[in-house]
């Protein structure tokens, strides 16, 4: 991958409602897609990624991502969030033969009460 | 999967000191990762540390700046030298099993740490 972009640095959302944090990635080869989520003062874990078939990925904590390659997007998606998603959530990309794995800037998700 | 202990969580330096952070894996892995995140930015890769060898480094970091130990597969060390205010940032270690298809990274709790 050559490039991860993350089109929101902050989506504030109230607690039980609909979220959905979008990423776009350019890569000349095929991708495996990643989904991190860092919560304060922690590392980084991951909540789902895609390698490939169904493009519909299910991961923790009721987090879905869709891939949709002639859009080259991995948004992220859960129908219901909590006061306890609140995170920076980073999107990723590695090539399939590739190396190193380039990282999104990051979508801070703030879940008010 | 991976557990990474990092040590420690997070300091307070003077500027002109270095600081040696600590990564260590409950098992054996092959390569390590060394990621730099300024505040309110995604995570830049600093550098790959192999055991047995040289680090490699990213463009716009070296050695004498960041030196890396790894001297075995379950431990390594970045060192940030001579620091200043703009080095203030969080510090991750991480770890890839590259030998398994589509695997995900493991991370470290960060090191945040503050130059003054």
């Known amino acids: 991958a050559q490039s991860v972009t993350q089109l929101d640095s902050q989506v504030p959302v109230f607690e039980e409602a609909p979220v959905e944090l979008r990423c776009n990635y350019s890569?000349?080869?095929?991708?495996?897609l990643f989904w991190y989520v860092q919560y304060p003062n922690q590392g980084l874990q991951l909540l789902l990624k895609?390698?490939?078939?169904?493009?519909l990925v299910k991961g923790i904590n009721g987090f879905e991502a869709e891939f949709n390659k002639s859009q080259t997007s991995f948004h992220l998606r859960k129908p219901s969030v909590h006061i306890s998603d609140t995170a920076e959530y980073f999107c990723?990309?590695?090539?399939?033969?590739?190396?190193?794995?380039?990282f999104g800037a990051g979508t801070r998700l703030f879940v008010k009460a | 999967s991976a557990v990474i202990s990092q040590k420690p969580s997070r300091d307070i330096c003077q500027r002109g000191t270095s600081l040696t952070i600590q990564c260590q894996v409950d098992?054996?892995?092959?390569?390590m990762f060394w990621y730099r995140q300024q505040p309110g930015q995604s995570l830049t890769l600093i550098a790959t540390?192999?055991?047995?060898?040289?680090?490699?480094?990213e463009s716009g970091f070296v050695i004498d700046k960041f030196p890396i130990s790894r001297p075995n597969l379950t431990f390594s060390t970045l060192t940030v030298s001579n620091m200043s205010p703009e080095d203030s940032s969080i510090y991750l270690c991480?770890?890839?099993?590259?030998?398994?298809?589509?695997?995900?990274?493991?991370f470290g709790q960060g090191t945040r740490l503050t130059v003054v």
């Open positions: 991480s770890v890839e099993d590259r030998g398994v298809v589509g695997t995900e990274a493991f």
């Open positions: 890569s000349s080869v095929s991708v495996y």
């Open positions: 895609y390698l490939s078939g169904s493009t």
């Open positions: 990723a990309a590695e090539n399939t033969g590739g190396f190193k794995t380039i």
């Open positions: 098992s054996q892995v092959t390569m």
């Open positions: 540390a192999n055991q047995g060898s040289e680090a490699t480094y």
